[in-house]
């Protein structure tokens, strides 16, 4: 089994996470102290609602700087949905907010030509990588979310909504995903696993 730190960010739905991670086989920590999220074996960084009020709580609980740290020595940090988000440079939410800078790319507003937010079941178009091993290209994942970043050299999956949006990315030991993979049924916990098992 292994061992996989949950950051418990109130800007999330940490609990609805860890229960999936469990069910996916991680053998779970859960904290918010960034001396323990430093020297995590693996990370996950949950997050819903603003990008803003995500990365103020991150910012006041020297969580950003731990989270960095981590990622230095190859740590692998998973973001989910809003935590997805918080991995880029910035975010045009609410006026321009500075995410953790760990990957290139800026957060930005779907565009308004379908309903936003996107709620609901869209298929992805996937490339070879570690999160999707053993998923078929078109697997259909359960997205919540006004923004999201375009397509970047370091996509790892692709979905359109107005427009093509990254799903999913990966450089190094950084990986995200915007959409809810604990919402996704099997699919999902698939992604997961292939996670916390690599």
């Not at 991670?21 to 323990?36: D, F, I, K, N, Q």
């Not at 740590?75 to 500075?98: K, N, W, Y």
């Amino acid at each position: 089994m292994s061992s996989v730190t949950l950051i418990d960010s109130p800007v999330s739905n940490a609990a609805n996470i860890a229960r999936a991670l469990r069910a996916a086989g991680a053998e779970l920590h859960v904290t918010s102290r960034p001396e323990e999220i430093a020297a995590a074996p693996k990370l996950v960084l949950p997050g819903v609602g603003s990008f803003r009020a995500a990365m103020e709580w991150l910012t006041t609980n020297r969580i950003d700087d731990a989270i960095r740290a981590a990622v230095a020595l190859g740590i692998p940090l998973l973001g989910i949905c809003v935590g997805h988000q918080a991995l880029f440079d910035s975010s045009d939410e609410m006026g321009s907010t500075p995410g953790l800078g760990l990957l290139r790319g800026v957060v930005r507003r779907l565009m308004p030509v379908l309903p936003v937010p996107q709620i609901g079941w869209n298929r992805i178009r996937i490339r070879p990588g570690v999160l999707f091993d053993g998923i078929p290209d078109r697997t259909s994942f359960y997205f919540v979310h006004s923004y999201a970043v375009g397509e970047s050299s370091d996509s790892v999956a692709m979905a359109d909504y107005g427009a093509p949006f990254t799903a999913a990315i990966q450089r190094d030991n950084v990986f995200g995903v915007q959409f809810h993979p604990e919402k996704s049924s099997t699919a999902g916990l698939r992604v997961l696993a292939n996670f916390v098992n690599s």
